[in-house]
């Protein structure tokens, strides 16, 4: 917990400097009205009024006329006590206007809302990748830690949980709280420096969901035996996008169109299948996907990893199958909650 030890080490920093710039204004205080008080023998009231007059140097005319031994008083606490006082108050300043109250505080707010994640995903590195899968992420409402060395470079991103760290050393990962989350994605500049993570991160949590990016050939054999689950070329995919857009123009289009973020037209989703849904044990037909919600089910994802293309209105839906449809936002929505309803 290196980052928070040194986030709660400069909190202790900042309180003392500020408890001590405090203290240093209620001891000069105390100490001009005890001496009122003592030698004019004044009221408190008037011997605080005269010392705050006389450090704060407005000028204001003493509350009552001074002795000689009050005045010479009144010299040494001006000579001594304002100095101390504007030191005091510049120290304060000084943390409020430079914007070390406020970091200190949204650091602390950053580690709580860090505690607090569950089944979340990490993401390590926000470049122009990486924005783009925070996005897509947020448009799901998946909850999401970032990593990344530069966090300042985005800090106009204020509603985004933005770790400062370098994601491949295990203690980041483990603030980030890897032992409680669900996958992480790395896309790091470089091949190595996402293996590092990939490595570090299924020693962690052997049942981490790992996508990692590789982005020389070759990269993605030693990535997957590293411990990645599935990793993505994007030089690769852009290369065989290009080649398809020009080959097959209206099947491209149709793909942009049915994942594209936001469309409320057309959307291609996976649904899974709950332990005891009303969907089990019924076919396709049984099921009304089609017939009443207008829903394609266009394959089936079996527990074993085996993948059924256009499966019939014979093909029966058991627990656990991951359905790969097709069909309006608001009608799948539907088929999601009747994929986890019980029967």
Same mark, same amino acid.
């Given at each position: 917990m290196h980052f928070f030890k040194e986030m709660h080490s400069k909190y202790a920093e900042l309180r003392q400097r500020f408890i001590i710039a405090v203290g240093l204004v209620v001891l000069v205080a105390s100490f001009g009205t005890a001496g009122y008080m003592a030698i004019e023998g004044w009221n408190l009231i008037d011997a605080l009024y005269m010392t705050v007059i006389t450090l704060a140097s407005v000028?204001?005319?003493?509350?009552?006329?001074?002795?000689?031994?009050?005045?010479?008083f009144t010299i040494f606490l001006i000579v001594g006590g304002v100095g101390s006082v504007a030191y005091a108050l510049s120290a304060g300043? /000084?943390? &409020?206007?430079? @914007?070390?109250?406020?970091? $200190?505080?949204?650091?602390?707010?950053?580690?709580?809302? #860090?505690?607090?994640?569950k089944d979340h995903y990490i993401v390590c590195g926000y470049g122009r990748m990486g924005k783009i899968i925070c996005r897509e992420l947020r448009e799901k409402n998946i909850r999401f830690?970032?990593?990344?060395?530069?966090?300042?470079?985005?800090?106009?991103?204020?509603?985004?949980?933005?770790?400062?760290?370098?994601?491949?050393?295990?203690?980041?990962?483990?603030?980030?709280?890897?032992?409680?989350?669900?996958?992480?994605i790395t896309?790091?500049?470089?091949?190595?420096?996402?293996?590092?993570?990939?490595?570090?991160?299924?020693?962690?949590?052997?049942?981490?969901?790992?996508?990692?990016?590789?982005?020389?050939?070759g990269s993605e054999? /030693?990535? &997957?035996?590293? @411990?990645?689950?599935?990793? $993505?070329?994007?030089?690769?995919?852009?290369?065989?996008? #290009?080649?398809?857009?020009?080959?097959?123009?209206?099947?491209?289009?149709?793909?942009?169109?049915?994942?594209?973020?936001?469309?409320?037209?057309?959307?291609?989703?996976?649904?899974s299948i709950g332990e005891n849904s009303k969907l089990v044990g019924k076919t396709l037909d049984e099921s009304g996907i089609g017939r009443e919600l207008g829903i394609i089910i266009v394959a089936i994802r079996k527990p074993s990893g085996e993948m059924m293309f256009n499966p019939t209105f014979r093909s029966a839906i058991k627990e656990?199958?991951?359905?790969?449809?097709?069909?309006?936002?608001?009608?799948?929505?539907?088929?999601?909650?009747l994929a986890a309803q019980h029967s």
């Open positions: 000028g204001f005319k003493e509350v009552h006329d001074l002795s000689l031994i009050g005045r010479i300043a /000084k943390i &409020i206007l430079e @914007g070390e109250l406020q970091e $200190v505080y949204g650091r602390r707010r950053l580690e709580k809302k #860090i505690r607090e994640l830690v970032i990593v990344e060395k530069q966090p300042d470079l985005h800090q106009e991103e204020e509603d985004l949980l933005i770790f400062p760290g370098d994601a491949t050393k295990d203690e980041v990962l483990k603030e980030l709280g890897i032992d409680k989350a669900k996958g992480l896309v790091l500049p470089t091949d190595a420096e996402n293996l590092f993570v990939v490595l570090s991160a299924r020693v962690l949590n052997p049942g981490l969901i790992i996508v990692a990016r590789a982005g020389e050939e054999q /030693k990535l &997957i035996r590293a @411990g990645a689950d599935k990793v $993505v070329s994007p030089y690769h995919i852009g290369g065989l996008r #290009i080649a398809h857009t020009v080959l097959k123009p209206a099947v491209v289009d149709f793909i942009e169109f049915a994942t594209k973020s936001g469309n409320i037209d057309l959307q291609m989703e996976e649904v656990g199958d991951m359905l790969i449809a097709l069909g309006e936002i608001s009608k799948l929505k539907i088929l999601e909650e």
